[in-house]
């Protein structure tokens, strides 16, 4: 059974950086890709922000420009790079598998794998 085993996050001022890291570890299918989720305080819907799947990737457009996902295969991580970062990225923030939605340009949640989440505050 494999897990996502996440790392970052923290209490960041406005306009300040930080990364997120998963990586894989144990057994997934190897036609899942990885997908970045964010929950909003007092909120209880996850909304995909980034995912990677092949080489293909999806950024919601509210961080098009700030956000960039990477991965290091030698590693079996993901990385979200989060730049210029803003209160409204405030949020508990999931790593999970996904598959690659050509028709509609985006990425769907798949499976029940996730991480066990990582908070982002972003505050003077």
């Known amino acids: 059974q494999g897990q996502l085993v996440q790392s970052g996050g923290g209490l960041v001022q406005p306009g300040g950086s930080l990364r997120l890291s998963c990586q894989v570890s144990?057994?997934?299918?190897?036609?899942?890709?990885i997908g970045w989720l964010r929950q909003a305080p007092g909120k209880t819907s996850r909304v995909t922000i980034s995912?990677?799947?092949?080489?293909?990737?999806f950024y919601a457009e509210s961080v098009k420009g700030r956000f960039t996902i990477s991965r290091d295969m030698s590693k079996n991580t993901v990385y979200l790079q989060i730049n210029d970062l803003a209160p409204e990225d405030t949020g508990t923030y999931y790593c999970?598998?996904?598959?690659?939605?050509?028709?509609?340009?985006?990425?769907?949640?798949?499976?029940?794998?996730w991480s066990q989440g990582t908070q982002v505050n972003v505050s003077s």
């Open positions: 999970t598998t996904i598959v690659y939605v050509q028709e509609y340009n985006t990425c769907a949640v798949v499976d029940n794998y």
């Open positions: 144990g057994v997934i299918p190897t036609n899942y890709g």
């Open positions: 995912c990677i799947d092949k080489d293909k990737t």
